[in-house]
């Protein structure tokens, strides 16, 4: 019995699914609020969704500080991750550059995390949310920034209730504050800091 | 020769660094003896990756860490039956570039693992590695006598040196 009993592979071509994965993260913060179909063409670990696992698969690295939500901390994606990418896991959500919520695991305060500062705004932490369901729908919120050409509507099912109230405060703190992936087991939507909630979920 | 003093010999975890310690040191063609049955691909969770890594040294064992130098080092992990999820996962590092070295080396870790086959394989790898270390250590320790130098010689030639150029 040894820690790597339930470990799987990871990309099935290192170089293309890295650049793969990236190109995806790209395409989701310069379009904030699109839902994107994510490169999956990996081994995924049991636990969490797949579509967060291979993102941060191809983020991670070995100078990066992740910590994870209390039902993905002792999983197998946690171990899977840390095998692959040498990335070490925090306790301390305030020294992450890399944040993983689990779906149902309560989400910390975006104010808590890493905000970078004025001269760095780049060192702040980067927030990998899992929710039910991600649909570009008009019941949903209205999106507006850069990236956007007018508006952009999204529906998301399965974030905290006061995540755009969360948002609003930290889109007030720019250029610094956080920037958050939402993912489902399939898809992910990217929400820089520079977008802006206009009308909130209901 | 190579010791590790984490773990209480006798537990599994020192059997296990005690062998991956000999692999990692084992030539080829001693690998490639013993595992003849074992040569088709296995289920990679690592491929075969060459990299450097920092050596560190301490002066006397005792003193501040320093970098010694940087090693070329290949490293995989595998599952040798790729439809048991449960079945051991072989490891290993290797010094140099060779990846087929790294793949019968963690090949070998992952066979050890598995109690049927522990008796069988450290007969037929473990046991000829183990003697052809101690037959390289031997012929070093031989060719490194040949240049022993005694210095009590040289410091009584030296004494006499002296005094020769006091007279």
């Known amino acids: 019995m040894n820690a790597l009993q339930n470990m ?6 290192e170089a293309y699914g890295s650049q793969a994965v990236f190109r995806i993260a790209l395409q989701a913060l310069s379009h904030p ?3 994107l179909d994510m490169s999956l063409n990996m081994a995924v670990p049991r636990g969490g969704h797949a579509a967060a696992a291979a993102l941060l ?12 939500s209390p039902s993905l901390a002792g999983s197998d994606a946690a171990a899977w991750l840390r095998f692959h990418t040498g990335c070490s896991a925090v306790a301390d959500r305030a020294q992450a550059q890399f944040i993983w919520i689990g779906q149902g695991d309560a989400m910390p305060l975006l104010q808590d995390l890493r905000q970078g500062n004025d001269a760095y705004p780049d060192q702040s932490a980067t927030c990998v949310i899992e929710v039910h369901n991600l649909h ?18 999204l529906r998301v099912q399965g974030l905290a209730a006061d995540f755009a109230d969360q948002w609003s405060r930290n ?18 939507v990217g929400l820089p800091r520079t977008t802006q909630i206009i009308s909130k979920e209901g | 020769m190579f010791q590790t003093h984490d773990h209480d010999p006798g ?20 690998l490639d003896a013993a595992l003849a049955d074992h040569q088709d691909t296995p289920q990679w969770l690592r491929q075969p990756e060459t990299g450097l890594m920092m050596v560190q040294g301490r002066a006397g064992g005792t003193g501040e860490r320093f970098n010694l130098g940087e090693i070329t080092v290949t490293r995989c992990a595998l599952r040798l ?13 290797v010094l140099g570039r060779n990846h087929r070295q790294a793949q019968l080396a963690a090949v070998a870790d992952a066979l050890l693992q598995d109690p049927a086959q522990r008796e069988t394989l450290a007969l037929s790898l473990l046991a000829p590695v183990r003697q052809h ?35």
């Open chain 1, 33 to 35: 609020g699109r839902p």
């Open chain 2, 81 to 93: 039956n790729p439809l048991h999820l449960n079945a051991p996962v072989g490891v290993a590092y």
């Open chain 1, 136 to 153: 570009a729908d008009e019941a949903g919120w209205r999106l507006q920034g850069p990236g956007i050409l007018g508006e952009r509507t």
């Open chain 1, 171 to 188: 889109h007030a703190g720019f250029p610094c504050g956080v920037d958050v992936f939402l993912a489902t087991a399939t898809q992910i």
């Open chain 1, 8 to 13: 799987v592979a990871g990309f099935e071509h």
């Open chain 2, 11 to 30: 537990t599994p975890t020192a059997d296990r660094q005690a062998w991956m310690a000999l692999l990692a040191r084992a030539p080829v063609r001693l």
């Open chain 2, 133 to 167: 270390l101690q037959q390289q250590q031997a012929e070093r320790h031989r060719r490194a006598q040949t240049t022993k130098v005694d210095f009590m010689t040289v410091a009584r030639e030296a004494a006499g040196a002296q005094d020769e150029d006091t007279e």
């Open chain 1, 57 to 68: 698969l191809g983020l991670l690295d070995a100078d990066t500080a992740l910590y994870l």
